[in-house]
Nanobody
Framework: QVQLVESGGGLVQAGGSLRLACAAS????????MGWYRQGAGKQRESVAT???????NYADSVKGRFTISREGAKKTVYLQMNSLKPEDTAVYYC??????????????????WGQGTQVTVSS
C-alpha cells in the first residue's frame, strides 16, 4: 500500500552536484524516518543519510559536509542534495522509508519500504 518513487540520478563530473528526490505515497499514517542508501558495483548496500520525523539527520562519514538530507512533510518527500561529488560516490541510490500504514478493516502496521533505485555516476 506504500510506494516510493525516486528521481534525480544521472551522470556528473567530479565536483558537480545532483539532487535526488523520493516521494512516498499510499495509505500512510506516519513516516517514522526516511533515508538514502547506496550500493556500488560489487559492494553491499550502505547507509548514506537518514532523517527522522523529528528532523534528526544522520550521515555516513564519507559524505558529511557534502550531502544534505531534507524532508518535506506535506508531500512526504525526502531529498538528498549531493555536492562536491567524487567518483567513489558512484552507486545505485535507494530511497528507504519506515512507515506506519493503514490497512483494511481499520488496522495499522509498521513496515520498511524501498524504492527501485536510481543510478548516480561520477566521472573523473
Amino acid at each position: 500500500q506504500v510506494q516510493l518513487v525516486e528521481s534525480g540520478g544521472g551522470l556528473v563530473q567530479a565536483g558537480g552536484s545532483l539532487r535526488l528526490a523520493c516521494a512516498a505515497s499510499g495509505s500512510i499514517v506516519e513516516i517514522i524516518h526516511m533515508g538514502w542508501y547506496r550500493q556500488g558495483a560489487g559492494k553491499q548496500r550502505e547507509s548514506v543519510a537518514t532523517i527522522t520525523s523529528g528532523g534528526y539527520a544522520n550521515y555516513a562519514d564519507s559524505v558529511k559536509g557534502r550531502f544534505t538530507i531534507s524532508r518535506e512533510g506535506a508531500k512526504k518527500t525526502v531529498y538528498l542534495q549531493m555536492n562536491s561529488l567524487k567518483p567513489e560516490d558512484t552507486a545505485v541510490y535507494y530511497c528507504y522509508a519506515r512507515v506506519e500504514y493503514t490497512a483494511p478493516w481499520d488496522r495499522t502496521g509498521v513496515s520498511d519500504y524501498w524504492g527501485q533505485g536510481t543510478q548516480v555516476t561520477v566521472s573523473s
